[in-house]
């Protein structure tokens, strides 16, 4: 009897497990996303999205240009180029820290500060993809398009020609009246020992430096059938420096353009075209170190501006000067001050030093100075800078703390990305270059 209730008990007990399994499924966990549909959610509402190629520009005009971009002419001493600080062999910058302009010596990475000379503020930035549209250029976005497009706002004293075509071309102007930069001093003498007549003319008259210079374009007798080629139907007599700066605008576009990068493929669906580690370094990127909320949009940057407590280097600008406080010059307001354009990061690995100081030499310190900004502006070693620049540091703790009191928000808290993750920040990064910008020698006439 008791083996027969044992039994049924049993029994009783197996059909109720039997119930509760057909009436509550345990459901399988849900699939997880891929990488490659993670990086894609990530980068989803950052406005990043594959660049269209450029226009074709008019071969005559890019022929005048890359003749102008090259030629020293157009400096007051008759011894630098645009292409002195923006060399074919160091990706269209010149790999130095702070620029040297009118009366350096040498070339490239050796080039040196000539007798009475400074350097030029702000690091030269690689003109690689300059012509996509951006809305500011330079450092301090002092040239813009901030009225509406084809609404040059440029520094004050200064008016661009309405035969300017391009926010590129209204910045191509501004050199030849630096006299850092191209122009030289009162007094210089050029290299065949005559007088640098742009140099005598008051820094108030731009349009008459501009009209020098044309003059010395125009007495050469290439320069007058370029232009003929270029503008047929505008007479020599009617040609301003608008025009030549529409040349050196249009060469910049053709020869300089360059957006087949491992991550554009990517993002037109290329799912190979990254590596992992590439990969979740984006995730990264559009992630965890908020790199995107400033890096946005098409080109990764260039429409805005943060004071991301980079080193002060240089002689500084303005009436801030030693200092350097970037936008703060150009629009007076507090949180402006120490800020600096977003750098567009297409190609960067290609394009270092770094910020607008060229305080860092490699992507790996970069990403370093961002982990801890705080940090990194107070304990900042600028022994990896070349003695002469070394010597332009602002290292005291007035200057320190004066950045960092306007230091971004979002830099305001340590990123605590460990060493991994830096890492794979910096392959993300490496994955922007377009392998074809690594080789521009043949762009040189």
């Given at each position: ?298 080109l990764l940057g260039g429409q805005s501006f943060a004071n991301v407590g980079v080193p002060q280097i240089g002689p500084g600008v303005g009436a801030a000067a030693p200092l350097d406080i970037g936008r703060g010059e150009e629009v007076q ?92 920040l910096v392959a993300f990064l490496k994955s922007l270059t377009d392998p074809a910008a690594r080789d521009l020698s043949s762009i040189a006439p």
């Amino acid at each position: 009897m008791r083996t027969r209730h044992l039994t049924r008990l049993i029994a009783l007990v197996l059909a109720g497990i039997a119930g509760c399994k057909s009436e509550y499924t345990i459901a399988d966990p849900p699939e997880q996303p891929t990488l490659d549909t993670q990086v894609r959610q990530n980068i989803g509402g950052w406005g990043v999205v594959p660049i269209l190629p450029v226009a074709q520009q008019n071969p005559a005009l890019v022929e005048l240009g890359r003749s102008l971009f090259f030629d020293k002419i157009l400096s007051g001493n008759r011894d630098v180029a645009c292409a002195t600080c923006h060399t074919m062999a160091d990706h269209a910058t010149d790999a130095l820290s702070l620029p040297i302009g009118t009366g350096g010596v040498s070339d490239g990475t050796t080039r040196t500060l000539g007798a009475g000379r400074q350097f030029v503020p702000r690091n030269a930035p690689s003109l690689l993809n300059q012509g996509l549209g951006l809305f500011y250029l330079f450092w301090d976005g002092r040239v813009n398009e901030e009225g509406g497009i084809g609404q040059f706002r440029t520094p004050a004293g200064v008016t661009i020609p309405p035969q300017a075509s391009s926010l590129l071309a209204a910045q191509a102007m501004l050199p030849v009246l630096n006299r850092t930069e191209m122009r030289g001093l009162s007094g210089d003498r050029d290299v065949a020992g005559n007088p640098n007549e742009l140099a005598t003319i008051p820094d108030e008259q731009p349009p008459q430096v501009w009209a020098a210079a044309m003059r010395r374009l125009l007495a050469i007798q290439e320069y007058q059938a370029k232009f003929a080629a270029a503008y047929p139907s505008i007479p020599a007599s009617s040609l301003g420096f608008a025009h030549a700066a529409n040349a050196i605008a249009a060469f910049e576009i053709q020869a300089f353009t360059h957006s087949n990068s491992p991550f554009d493929r990517f993002l037109a669906g290329e799912n190979r075209a990254m590596s992992t580690e590439e990969k979740r370094g984006a995730l990264l990127f559009f992630g965890k170190a908020r790199c995107s909320t400033c890096h946005s949009g098409p080109l990764l940057g260039g429409q805005s501006f943060a004071n991301v407590g980079v080193p002060q280097i240089g002689p500084g600008v303005g009436a801030a000067a030693p200092l350097d406080i970037g936008r703060g010059e150009e629009v007076q307001f507090q949180e402006y001050r120490f800020a600096f354009r977003v750098q567009p990061l297409r190609n960067v690995e290609l394009t270092a030093p770094y910020f607008h100081s060229g305080a860092y030499a490699t992507l790996e310190a970069v990403v370093r100075h961002y982990n801890n900004a705080d940090s990194a502006q107070k304990n900042y070693d600028p022994t990896n800078l070349t003695p002469a620049v070394r010597a332009e540091y602002h290292g005291d703790a007035a200057t320190k703390l004066a950045v960092l009191e306007t230091l971004d928000f979002r830099l305001r808290e340590p990123l605590r990305l460990t060493a991994i993750e830096q890492s794979q920040l910096v392959a993300f990064l490496k994955s922007l270059t377009d392998p074809a910008a690594r080789d521009l020698s043949s762009i040189a006439p």
